[in-house]
C-alpha cells in the first residue's frame, strides 16, 4: 500500500496523536481527510498543510454526523480522484470511574455511554461507512491489496488501570476485533492492524495531574519518556506501508508494564 496519493481518513485528526499521523501521512504524500469534532483546530490545520488535506466537522458518536462526514469526503475524493487507502479512527476519550463509589453507589450508566460511543461505536460506524468506498477500489500489484485499517487500542486492553473499565472495555474491544476485521476483509484485499500505545503526550495525557504523570515515569523501562505524537505516527505508517502486518494488535509502549497500582 503506497501513500502517495491515496486518501487516508484520520478521525479525530486535529489533535494529539491523529495529528501527528495526519502531518505524517501528509509529508508522505498522502491525501487527507479529517474529522473532528473541534473545527477552529481542523481548519488550522488545513491552512496549514494546504490543498491535500480538507476538514469534515464530526461528532464520531452522532451516527447522522459520521454518516454526513463520510458522504462529504467521498465527494471529496471523487474531486481529487485519490481513492481511500487508509482509516485510522483516532478519536478517543477517557472518563475515569468505578462501576460503584465510595458511596456503593453505581457509576451513571451515561458516564460509560461517552467512552463506549466515542472509543467502539464510532470506530466501528466510521470503518463500516468508508468500507464500500474500499472495496470498488482499483486492487495494487503485487498483492492486490485495496487498503488498511489502523485502529487505536491501548495498554489498557492488557493491564487497565483501577477506574478504567470503561476505557479497558472499550479498547480491549478494538484489541479483540482486529483479527476478526482482518479476516473478515482478506477477501476484498483490506488488512486490519490496531496499535496499543502506553502513556503517550496527548491532549487526553495532559489532562493528568502531575502526581499522575510522575507515578506513570516511574514504570517505564526504556525510552524512559512518555512516547511523542511522531512515534506513534511513525508506526502508523510503518503499518500502512508493510503488507505483511496484518490481524495484530501492537503494543506501542517501551516495555512499559502498568502495575494494578501507582
Known amino acids: 500500500m503506497q501513500i502517495k496519493d491515496r486518501t487516508f481518513v484520520i478521525s479525530g485528526g486535529a489533535s494529539g496523536l491523529g495529528l501527528a499521523t495526519v502531518r505524517d501521512l501528509h509529508a508522505h ?3 487527507i481527510a479529517i474529522l473532528d469534532l473541534n473545527a477552529e483546530n481542523g481548519n488550522k490545520v488545513v491552512s496549514e498543510l494546504g490543498e491535500r488535506t480538507a476538514f469534515f466537522e464530526t461528532d464520531v458518536s452522532s451516527p447522522p454526523s ?3 462526514a463520510v458522504s462529504a469526503l467521498v465527494e471529496w ?3 481529487t480522484k485519490k481513492p481511500i487507502g487508509g482509516v485510522i479512527p483516532a478519536a478517543g476519550v477517557g472518563f475515569p470511574g468505578k462501576l460503584i463509589d465510595r458511596h456503593n453507589e453505581p457509576i451513571p450508566l451515561e458516564n460509560l455511554e461517552v467512552v463506549l460511543n466515542i472509543n467502539l461505536r464510532g470506530v466501528l460506524d466510521l470503518i ?3 468500507l464500500p468506498h474500499m472495496t470498488t477500489t482499483a486492487p495494487t500489484e503485487p498483492d492486490g491489496e485495496r487498503g488498511v485499517i489502523v485502529m487505536v487500542s491501548s495498554s489498557a ?3 487497565g488501570q483501577p477506574g478504567q473499565v470503561a476505557y479497558a472495555a472499550s479498547k480491549g474491544a478494538v484489541r479483540s476485533m482486529t483479527l476478526v476485521l482482518a479476516r473478515d476483509l482478506a477477501q476484498y484485499g483490506i488488512r486490519a492492524v490496531s496499535i496499543a500505545p502506553s502513556y503517550f503526550e496527548s491532549g487526553m495525557t495532559a489532562a493528568m495531574s502531575q502526581k ?3 507515578s506513570l515515569e ?3 523501562e526504556f525510552p524512559r519518556r512518555p512516547g511523542k505524537g511522531d512515534d506513534f505516527a511513525r508506526m502508523v505508517r510503518h503499518c500502512v506501508e508493510n503488507p505483511m502486518l496484518n490481524g495484530e494488535c501492537i503494543r506501542l509502549d ?3 508494564r502498568m502495575p494494578s497500582r501507582l
Request: glycine content about 16%; overall charge positive; aromatic content about 12%.
Open 212 to 214: 499522575v504523570r510522575k
Open 77 to 79: 475524493t471523487k474531486q
Open 157 to 159: 486492553a492488557y493491564d
Open 128 to 130: 463500516r461507512l468508508c
Open 254 to 256: 517501551g516495555a512499559t
Open 218 to 220: 516511574g514504570v517505564f
Open 29 to 31: 504524500g498522502g491525501y
Open 66 to 68: 459520521v454518516s454526513s
